[in-house]
């Protein structure tokens, strides 16, 4: 289903198109709906869309500028507690801190000086840090990401920090040109997670899928989607992934 006029469309009814997408997408390949969580990607968008929202029933959001999440997550603090608040921005070191004192996960560690200062700055009240490993998994030259062959030490490693909690692994693949591509490449995200889990990890997150390609990300064993125009609306500008 698509909102044709998305701003007249109330919040319920977007997020309700976007869970129906899902549910679709995964009966279709004999999944269960409950198998795959749903992110709204809120950036861009003002703390009062994120209270709609969640009042229409979404837990958790997530954000690529940390400044701009904080700001919001700061504005929401009266249900801070409802709330599971994801970074899926690029991380440099002087932002560890701001990461790990306010957000219940992070999506995008690709490097283990990162992961080692998030994890000696996560304050000792909070839960530790969720994590998932961004893994560049069709080896795009620009992009942030750890190589699949790298993956796994860095994974390894990651699992000795006591402070963080490896959950899995995320990717953004680029465009593809059609299905069986956007399949091919998500499977191999989904192959490396079941190639950890089959060592006994303790992991269950595998994060891609965006309003363009969540079918195939779902038919391909996506547990989480990122979603943010198909739900929000078109973004007035575009931060940098
Ligand atoms: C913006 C963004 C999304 C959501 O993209 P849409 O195409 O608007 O659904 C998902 N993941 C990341 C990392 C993003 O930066």
């Not at 125009?229 to 973004?235: D, E």
Request: with cysteine.
């Amino acid at each position: 289903m698509t909102i044709k006029n998305a701003i007249d469309t109330p919040w319920s009814d977007r997020l309700k198109a976007v869970q129906q997408r899902i549910e679709l997408a995964a009966r279709a390949v004999g999944r269960s709906p409950d198998e795959i969580r749903l992110l709204a990607v809120s950036k861009t968008f003002p703390a009062d869309a994120v209270a709609q929202v969640h009042a229409a029933g979404q837990l958790a959001f997530g954000e690529n500028y940390i400044q701009e999440g904080i700001d919001k997550i700061a504005a929401l603090q009266s249900v801070r507690g409802e709330l599971e608040w994801h970074c899926i921005g690029p991380i440099q070191s002087n932002k560890t801190r701001w990461v790990a004192e306010h957000f219940d996960w992070v999506q995008t560690v690709d490097r283990l000086k990162i992961a080692q200062r998030l994890n000696d700055q996560r304050p000792a009240e909070m839960a530790p840090l969720n994590v998932l490993i961004q893994v560049n998994i069709d080896s795009g030259a620009t992009k942030s990401g750890v190589s699949p062959n790298e993956a796994e030490a860095l994974a390894q490693a990651l699992m000795r920090l006591p402070r963080l909690r490896l959950r899995g692994l995320m990717c953004i693949p680029d465009p593809q040109p059609d299905w069986q591509a956007q399949c091919a490449v998500f499977r191999q995200a989904r192959d490396l997670f079941d190639g950890w889990r089959a060592q006994g990890w303790a992991i269950d997150t595998v994060s891609m899928g965006m309003s363009a390609d969540l079918e195939a990300a779902v038919a391909s064993g996506a547990t989480m989607v990122r979603i943010g125009s198909a739900l929000f609306g078109q973004r007035s500008y575009s931060p940098a992934v």
